[in-house]
């Protein structure tokens, strides 16, 4: 069995591939969605036009058909809630500015799944562009934000407003990457979890216990 510091760590703190680039992510989440249901795994409907995909601690969650996805993510399941590995869309809708938009997106897979999911910081997060996070600021969703690299528990805040993330935010600098988004819904359960969680992080390390422990 896990224990908590385990689970913690591959939920909130393990390294991650770079991310690549809007047009690359577009085309290897369309790749790996249809090798997905040609393996046999049947299409979820959900609302609002949205697919679900789960296959063991792959999730993936698109707007669209199998035929034509306008806008989707693959997410990782970890102990302690989602990481999204990528996200994609349509690149002409990118170049039109046309809806859907990730913070939609991003809304529907909490409702779905009522956990908090983690988004990297990294180049693809950057070519997205900055007007996400307005919009998740305007659908409700919390943005909380942590130092991955250095007293983790302790530097985990929840950020409340677009003006006060962008302090944590700077285009091409591999130095900001070692800042990790948080989004939950504002009064969900996944809310008080995830604050737990960082506060019984916080608490080992400020009574000096290793926190870099690993079973």
Known sequence: ??????????????????????????????????????????????????????????????????????????????????????????????????PPYASELYLAIINDTQKAIRLLSDKQLSDQGFNIWKRLYNDNILVGIYDSKNNVGQSFKRLGSYKEFKQYYKLHDADFQRYQYVLFKNGSNSLIETCSYFNLRRMRELAGLDVDWKE
């Open 1 to 98: 069995m896990k224990s908590d510091r385990l689970e913690f760590n591959e939920t909130w703190v393990m390294e991650s591939p770079e991310g690549i680039g809007k047009w690359a992510s577009y085309d290897g989440l369309c790749y790996g969605i249809k090798d997905t249901i040609s393996q046999g795994h049947s299409i979820i409907k959900l609302p609002n036009n949205l697919n679900k995909l789960e296959a063991g601690n792959l999730i993936y969650y698109w707007y669209g058909d199998a035929n034509k996805i306008l806008l989707g993510s693959e997410l990782h399941v970890k102990p302690n809630g989602l990481v999204v590995a990528i996200t994609g869309k349509e690149p002409d809708l990118v170049k039109q500015k046309q």
